[in-house]
Structure formats: structure tokens, C-alpha cells
């Protein structure tokens, strides 16, 4: 390759840097790419953009960022494409306007409620009106009669005045009362939607950690769940197991019978690993035709007869399409928890038994004692 097409594959800003320095040879430009980031330190930073730019309540972009970062953990470079930045750069104000959409549409009707209140109580406490006024006035004017001459006239006088003084406290009395009642109405009807609207939010959240297709947990969910099992690891010392599987040539099985078919035993496969993972354990879908599942257990042989029931189901069934019954196999890697100084290291580990499956043949799972399933 001739150093003016190295130079062409170069970012702007390199480009410019070669420039500015007359680098014309392909030794001028080997310090140059020296200074690059190496894979192994854009993953971290790809790893944290992914969870600055996922929403924190709104949804709504979830899938596209999803596509997004599985193609950056496939090719960490592709950060430093305008396009791929600017496109992250999209997400993030995404995110914030999203969020910020639907915190002001969900919580309208809690301010609606509390702004009721505060009127129907500004009308309790100032119900006394003008009749409480005119008894006030009454007050005075008996105080001031002097009975010991004859005041018998002016107390009749005074009767009717408070006759209708008191007659008025009573209608200023039922106009409050309506209003409570109404208000109280409408109280009640905010309360319901208050009660709805939690319901949603209870739901909405449930559902964000779902996947669509396949039903497991997302990987940002599968992701929350594991600090939680890694604090109770570490508080209590609960063994584990975390076990990657991948379903061997799935790009074939999309290229013979389409996408939609790949769609169907991928659901499947999630149905299988769902409905034989105890509640206790979780299951994922870490991307793609991966998955990943934390395992507890406390003797070996309850590990192995995990593996060993999803692998008979899976390889002594076909999967059914339009009447195709296809065949799959998967690969699968396992690590043991409490043989590793962190779940980072433990989920590395399996990761490369699974690859180690992949290379001696597929349709089979590594375990990291040494022992083989298939």
C-alpha cells in the first residue's frame, strides 16, 4: 500500500497533521499512529458513551443505540468516525429531551392535584365571609347596651340583625360545603389518575427491561442485575456461574431461510433458557444471537445438570418455520464466580471457552475445569 492511500484511510485531523508536518513517508507517519487509542482502551470509553446515552426513563431511541454499540463492540475504532460521533452526539440530546418530554406530561396531573388542594383549603379557611363579620358587629353592640336602663328595645332590634347574620353563615357555609364536595370529586378523580399513572410507570419500567423479541432481559437490565447479585455475592459468598451461549452459524440460517426465521428461533431459544433458569438465576440477551445466564448453585452436579437439560432440549428437537424443521446447535462457555478476583474477570473467562467451543468444532460447552459437554 502506497503512503498516499494509508493517508486517505487517516481522520481529518490527522490528515491536517500530516499536512502541517510534510509527512510523505510511510516511517514519518509510524509515530503518528502510534498515537492512536488501542482497542483495548476504547471499550471501556465505548462501554460508559452507551450508558450516557441511554434514556433514564423514555425509551423511545433504545433499539437504535442498541444497533449502534453492537457495532461499536464489534469494531471499537468506529468512535472516531464524524459519523458514528455524531450520531452519539444525537442520542444524548435525544435523551435529555425525551426524558424532560415526558417527566413534564407525567407529572401535569400531580400538579393539577396540588393546586386543587391548595384552593379548597384557601376556601375552608377563609369561609368565615361577611356573616361572621355581622356577628362580630352584633357582638359589639350587645356589649354595649346597658340593660340597667331598660335596653329590652335595642335587643330586639339586635335579634334581627342576628337572625340574619347567622342566616347568612349558614348559605356561606353550604357554597363551602358544595365546593368541598366538588372538589372532593375532583380529588378523588386526580387520585385515580395519579394511581394510573404509577401503574404505567411501574409497567413502563418492567417492560424497558424486557427485550422485544425474545422476552429475556435487556442487556442494560441483564447488566443492573448483575451489581445486584455481585453486592450479594459479596456479602454472603453465593456461588455462581455465568454462562455464555451463542447459536452456532445463525448468519446461515438468515441467509438460507430469512430474517423472520432467525427471528422466530431466536425467540425460541430464549423460551427454552427461560423456562429452565430458576427465578433465582437471571437470563439475557447479551446482543445478537448471544446470551448469557448467572447460575447459582452448590454442588457441581447441579451446574451440570443445568447445562446438560438445556443442551438435550436444543440439539434432540428441530426448530419448526413454514413447515421447515430446522436443526440447531449452540456453543456455550462457563466460569465459576468464586475462581476469579471479579464478575469482569469471571464473564472474560467464559467468553473465551466460548470462543474456544467455537474453534474445536461448535455444538459443544467448555467448562473452565477442563470438561467438555456435547
Not at 424486557?210 to 455481585?230: C, F, M, P, Q
Not at 456461574?241 to 427471528?263: E, P, Q, R
Not at 447445562?307 to 456455550?332: D, P, Q, W
Request: charged share 35%; net charge negative; proline share 1%.
Amino acid at each position: 500500500m502506497e503512503v498516499k492511500d494509508i493517508i486517505e484511510n487517516l481522520s481529518q485531523k490527522e490528515r491536517s497533521e500530516v499536512k502541517s508536518n510534510n509527512i510523505d513517508s510511510i516511517q514519518k507517519l509510524i509515530p503518528l499512529l502510534l498515537k492512536r487509542v488501542t482497542a483495548e482502551n476504547v471499550e471501556p470509553l465505548a462501554s460508559l458513551l452507551r450508558k450516557s446515552v441511554l434514556p433514564s426513563i423514555c425509551l423511545d431511541v433504545d433499539d437504535k443505540i442498541e444497533h449502534l454499540f453492537i457495532k461499536i463492540e464489534a469494531n471499537p475504532q468506529l468512535l472516531f468516525k464524524e459519523e458514528v460521533q455524531g450520531k452519539i452526539e444525537d442520542f444524548i440530546l435525544k435523551r435529555f429531551e425525551a426524558d424532560k418530554k415526558l417527566v413534564i406530561e407525567q407529572t401535569s396531573d400531580i400538579s393539577k392535584f396540588v393546586t386543587l388542594m391548595g384552593q379548597y383549603l384557601n376556601d375552608a379557611i377563609s369561609s368565615s365571609g361577611t356573616g361572621s363579620k355581622n356577628v362580630l358587629s352584633i357582638k359589639e353592640k350587645i356589649q354595649s347596651i346597658d340593660l340597667s336602663n331598660n335596653g329590652l328595645k335595642e335587643l330586639e332590634e339586635l335579634q334581627t340583625e342576628l337572625v340574619a347574620a347567622a342566616g347568612s353563615i349558614e348559605d356561606e357555609m353550604d357554597t363551602v360545603s358544595d365546593k368541598l364536595k366538588s372538589g372532593k370529586s375532583k380529588v378523588q378523580e386526580l387520585e385515580e389518575k395519579v394511581k394510573t399513572l404509577e401503574e404505567e410507570l411501574t409497567k413502563s419500567k418492567s417492560e424497558s427491561m424486557k427485550d422485544h423479541l425474545t422476552g429475556l432481559l435487556t442487556r442494560r437490565a441483564y447488566d443492573e442485575e448483575v451489581k445486584r447479585i455481585e453486592s450479594r455475592y459479596k456479602r454472603s459468598n453465593t456461588q455462581y456461574a455465568v454462562v455464555f451461549f451463542d447459536l452456532d452459524y445463525f448468519k446461515k440460517i438468515n441467509d438460507t431461510y430469512g430474517h423472520d426465521c432467525g427471528d422466530v428461533i431466536l425467540s425460541t431459544f430464549a423460551k427454552i433458557l427461560d423456562k429452565n433458569t430458576r427465578d433465582e438465576d437471571i437470563v439475557g440477551r447479551y446482543g445478537g444471537e448471544e446470551f448469557v445466564a448467572i447460575v447459582h448453585f452448590n454442588l457441581n452436579r447441579e451446574l451440570l445438570q443445568y447445562l446438560k437439560r438445556i443442551k438435550t432440549i436444543v440439539t434432540s428437537n428441530s426448530f419448526l418455520y413454514k413447515g421447515n424443521k430446522i436443526k440447531v446447535t449452540f456453543s456455550a462457555g462457563v466460569s465459576i464466580r468464586p475462581n476469579h478476583d471479579s464478575y469482569e474477570n469471571t464473564i472474560q473467562k467464559a467468553d473465551m471457552l466460548l470462543y474456544e467451543a467455537k474453534e474445536n468444532g461448535r455444538d459443544q460447552i467448555k467448562l473452565e475445569d477442563g470438561r467438555t459437554i456435547k
